[in-house]
Structures are given as structure tokens and as C-alpha cells.
């Protein structure tokens, strides 16, 4: 069964911080890794994807990385802002048979920047 | 350019009761993929269409429909609704899909009482 995993499950930290979210899975045969951050009452936004080739891709104070072999990923934010606070959720997708793709959802980080 | 809307924004129904969502691509995007949300589920996918065709389906009952237009707006269909069908209930466009960037919607609230 393709499985996401997220940890931690909440995180807290100082405005201005770094910070970094975990993402482990187990789906195959895996496509792509999307991370997304989602406000309270809001849709999610995307904010990487990566395909099994990348191994690292930014979005301004947002850096993620996939090591393929191990099936984990990461997400790093720089110099947190209070506008970081939300939850951050991954997502893997596996190719199916005929072509399209599958997304298997984590539940998700709920970040808090405190000032 | 406008993004992708979903009416209506907040609903509720009774139990047995069914219930038609709309979503509105973005200009351009053909696919459109439709998700549920609940605090205990998590985000779940249920199904995705790309140019008027169920290209791709999530592990849900039967109840759960849904169909694509040929502007390529999209509808979704819950039958004979259940107490555990109350979610935050999201859509999502993309240009192509696959590994395009996706974009959601604000969601439709829905509570089944």
C-alpha cells in the first residue's frame, strides 16, 4: 500500500528561524514528489515538484530535496516569517498502469512562527 | 487571470440527501481533479478528468461521481449522502496534468447533518 509519511506532526518556532519538515513514503512506481503549503480555510498552493531525476529545487525561501534511494524528502524554509505559519503537506504520486498519475497525500506539518 | 472557482462555498444537506459541487478551471487548464478533506482523512483524492474523460479514479464508493464539460469546467456528485461525507471538498486544475503545477480552489464546504 503507497504510503506517506510526515514529521513532525506541528512545529514552533521564532520569526526569522530556519526550519525543516520531513517526508517519508512508500509508492511506487513513483512519479513525482509535490510539496504544498495550505493556510487555514484556504486551498493548497503548490510550491515544488520534483521528479525522480531532481534532487533539489527552490521557490524562494523554500528548498526541497529527494534522495530517490532512501524515499524520504525534505523541506527547508528559510528565515521564517509569520506568514509561514500553515500547515505544509506532501504528496507522492505513482504511475499507474495506464499512464496517469496517483497521488498518495501525507497529513501534513502545521508549522506556527511565533514573533 | 482568474483562478479556479468552486461554488457554492459553503453547503448543507441532511442525510440521504445528494449534492452537486461546481468547480471552474482556470482559462486554458484541461485537467481537473477533485479532492476531500477531513480532519481525520486527511486530503483524499477522488477522481480526475481531463477533457470531458475520468482519467483517473481514488478508492471511493460509487456514491462519489463527478463529470467534465466540454469548457472543461467540472462536476462532482455525491448520492444518498452519509454523516462522514461532511469535508472541505477541494478541486484542483492543471494545463495538461501529470506533473504540471497544480492549482486549487478555495473548496466547498460540506456538511451533512
Known amino acids: 500500500k503507497n504510503q506517506v509519511e510526515q514529521s513532525p506532526q506541528s512545529l514552533i518556532i521564532l520569526e526569522g528561524k530556519n526550519c525543516t519538515l520531513q517526508?517519508?513514503?512508500?509508492?511506487?512506481?513513483?512519479?513525482?514528489l509535490r510539496w504544498y503549503k495550505q493556510d487555514t480555510g484556504r486551498g493548497p498552493v503548490s510550491l515544488t515538484i520534483?521528479?525522480?531525476?531532481?534532487n533539489t529545487k527552490s521557490n524562494g525561501r523554500y528548498t526541497a530535496t529527494l534522495d530517490a534511494d532512501t524515499k524520504q524528502s525534505s523541506l527547508h524554509i528559510t528565515a521564517s516569517q509569520l506568514s509561514d505559519s500553515a500547515s505544509y503537506i506532501c504528496?507522492?504520486?505513482?504511475?499507474?498502469?495506464?499512464?496517469?498519475?496517483?497521488?498518495?497525500f501525507g497529513r501534513g506539518t502545521s508549522l506556527i512562527v511565533h514573533p | 487571470k482568474a483562478g479556479v472557482t468552486q461554488t457554492p462555498r459553503y453547503l448543507i444537506k441532511t442525510r440521504g440527501q445528494q449534492v452537486t459541487l461546481s468547480c471552474s478551471p482556470i482559462?486554458?487548464?484541461?485537467?481537473v481533479s477533485w479532492y476531500q478533506q477531513t480532519p481525520g482523512q486527511g486530503l483524499q483524492f477522488l477522481f480526475e478528468?481531463?477533457?470531458?474523460?475520468?482519467?483517473n479514479k481514488g478508492n471511493f464508493p460509487g456514491r462519489f461521481s463527478g463529470r467534465q464539460f466540454s469548457n472543461s469546467r467540472s462536476e462532482m456528485n455525491v448520492s444518498t449522502l452519509e454523516l462522514g461525507d461532511s469535508a472541505l471538498y477541494l478541486c484542483?486544475?492543471?494545463?495538461?496534468?501529470?506533473?504540471?503545477?497544480?492549482?486549487f480552489g478555495p473548496g466547498t464546504r460540506l456538511t451533512v447533518l
Open positions: 517526508c517519508n513514503y512508500t509508492v511506487s512506481p513513483f512519479s513525482n
Open positions: 484542483a486544475s492543471t494545463r495538461q496534468g501529470g506533473t504540471d503545477t497544480q492549482y
Open positions: 482559462s486554458g487548464h484541461r485537467s
Open positions: 478528468y481531463f477533457s470531458e474523460t475520468q482519467r
Open positions: 504528496v507522492v504520486s505513482a504511475l499507474s498502469s495506464g499512464g496517469s498519475y496517483i497521488p498518495t
Open positions: 520534483m521528479t525522480f531525476s531532481e
